[in-house]
Structures are given as C-alpha cells and as structure tokens.
C-alpha cells in the first residue's frame, strides 16, 4: 500500500514542479514600484519571528514569563510601554486562523 502511495505522490509533485516552471516567466506581480534594482547591490531581506512576538500569553498552560516578558514591564525600555502579553494572540486564535482558511 505505500509503495502506490509514494508513486502518486512522487507524480504528482513532479507534475506541479513542471506546470510551476512553465508558468513562472508569465506571473507578473503588482510591486507597486518596488524592485531589487532599488537596493544596494549585496542588499539582503530577511524576515524573522518568536514565540513571544506571535503567542504573547505568558501566564497560560505552565509557559511562565520569560527574560523578554519582565524586560518590557521595566519603565522607559519600550518607547510606548507597550508589552506582547497579547501581541498577535496567535494563543487563543489558531482554531480561527484554521477553521476560516
């Protein structure tokens, strides 16, 4: 039984590989202006993300505060004295996020 599944599988990734690869040059996006000509050659984007950024929460189901969550409640070291106790509340809506996608 897993030897079909694998060739169905393994098929099936190579024929959406292929079609994504005919189709690439044809796929124009609106960057409303933006492009890599406008950065410093050796320029590099990066993204990046943490826990504390996307579940806040730390008082919930045993996580406890970390070095972040006391650093934030320290006067003046957040120019708005905000803290991420809620940030995204990726926490409490994951079962939205999932169910409306």
């Given at each position: 039984?897993?030897?079909?599944?694998?060739?169905?599988g393994?098929?099936l990734?190579?024929?959406?590989?292929?079609?994504?690869?005919e189709?690439?040059d044809?796929?124009?996006l609106d960057?409303?202006?933006?492009?890599?000509?406008?950065?410093?050659t050796?320029?590099?984007?990066?993204?990046a993300s943490?826990?504390?950024?996307?579940e806040?929460?730390?008082?919930?189901?045993?996580?406890g505060?970390?070095?972040?969550?006391?650093?934030?409640k320290?006067?003046?070291?957040?120019?708005?004295n905000?803290?991420?106790e809620?940030?995204?509340?990726?926490?409490?809506?994951y079962?939205?996020?999932?169910?409306?996608?």
């Amino acid at each position: 039984m897993r030897l079909p599944i694998l060739v169905f599988g393994s098929v099936l990734s190579l024929c959406v590989a292929y079609g994504a690869s005919e189709f690439a040059d044809t796929i124009r996006l609106d960057t409303g202006g933006l492009s890599r000509d406008k950065f410093p050659t050796g320029f590099t984007f990066g993204t990046a993300s943490s826990a504390y950024q996307v579940e806040g929460m730390a008082d919930k189901d045993g996580r406890g505060p970390s070095v972040w969550d006391e650093f934030v409640k320290t006067p003046g070291t957040i120019a708005d004295n905000s803290t991420g106790e809620v940030s995204v509340d990726q926490y409490n809506r994951y079962n939205l996020v999932i169910i409306t996608n």
